[in-house]
């Protein structure tokens, strides 16, 4: 058995690749694989219904939110959201703690003015900025809520008289959150949700329509949710994915329910890294992300040898981001603790014989 760190696409629950793959040799006794059905059957009508509610339940949205489900990944996200609501004189507030935030900020000057009411940058985006202030005179604040290659997480959702749209690709589902507070939510499929090529937005109606701008109808919010995300040919098996994780979530318990399981992860690796001088967390701990927990050695040599011991034990996707080096472990949703044990165990193993 392989223990699969992947920061993403990563680690699903077994239930969910075992249902997915009979479902593309039969979907549900229909003697038609999950690959050729139609996107405007009852069959798959019925999918995108339940995944849906499913997601409104578990994150539990008021009535008013939206939930679609579009192409393109995460990073399609970082101009789309400008695109919809930034007005070419308008400025848009941005916290600049991480690549992806970067990436965002990037892509949302091509629509409007963007200020970056902090940023993380002047420490390698090691910590997450504090005490800044949110304009109250910009069109929206954006903000990454788990930055996935650093190792940061903001625990608290900014306070802001603004509408807030958060990046929560590496989070979501992950802990309990008010998710009405967002006027916005993104997030990429491929790491608490279900296979790659689907991303899910989470938007208040109401905030659309202010940037005046002529839309592509593809990249249009308004057109996905008047035609319930089918405005053209959804990722069908993508979406059936998710739907199969969502179930695997509901029966955890939820979301509380799973995020217990994942601070008993967290709390177990981050406890055997403050534990073992050889291994040094690289971000400060108040802003330590429970996903995705980052560290490294001193010496290069060593960190060499414990990732060849890694790759020994069956261990995958260890190594760090190549701008951070050294480790990152990811601890999403489907992650059993059993991993979690195994590689503290090798660590201690490890740091024995080598200090
Ligand atoms: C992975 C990731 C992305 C990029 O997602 P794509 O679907 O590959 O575009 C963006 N933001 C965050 C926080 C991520 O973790």
Known sequence: MKHNFNAGPSILPREVFEEASRAILDYNGTGLSILEIGHRTPL???VMFETVELLKDLMQLDSGKEVLFLHGGASTQFFQVPMNLLAETGTAAYLDCGVWGTKAIKEAKLFGNVEVVASSKDRNYMYIPKGFEIPSNATYFHYTTNNTIEGTQMHAIPDSKIPLVADMSSDILSRVMDFNRFSLIYAGAQKNIGAAGVNIVVVDKDILGGSNRKLPSMMDYRQHIENGSMLNTPPVFAIYVCLLTLRWLKRQGGVSAIEKMNREKSSLL???IDSLPLFKPTVDREDRSHMNVVFVMEDPE???????????????GVKGHRNVGGFRISLYNALPLESVKAITDLMRHFAASHS
């Not at 060593?302 to 995958?316: N, Q, S, T």
Request: glycine share 10%; with cysteine; net charge neutral.
């Open 44 to 46: 798959f009508e019925a």
């Open 270 to 272: 981050y406890g055997t």
């Open 302 to 316: 060593k960190e060499k040898l414990f990732l060849d011991l890694c790759k020994k034990e069956g261990m995958v």
